[in-house]
């Protein structure tokens, strides 16, 4: 039996991975600051999925 190959257009490849990237851009951030030692209460955790790595703290 042949092999059955499915090619996805460039346009909806890249949607793929961006729409990927930007699921996961929040635990990254949020592994990245508690490497930093941001994060020092739970009020920083529950706004830690909007800091950025440029915080000024």
Excluded: Y
């Amino acid at each position: 039996m042949g092999e059955t190959l499915v090619a996805l257009p460039v346009a909806v490849a890249l949607l793929m991975w961006g729409g990927l990237a930007f699921l996961l851009i929040p635990f990254i951030m949020l592994i990245l600051n508690l490497k930093k030692g941001t994060l020092r209460s739970f009020g920083d955790l529950r706004l830690a999925w909007h800091a950025t790595t440029n915080s000024n703290r």
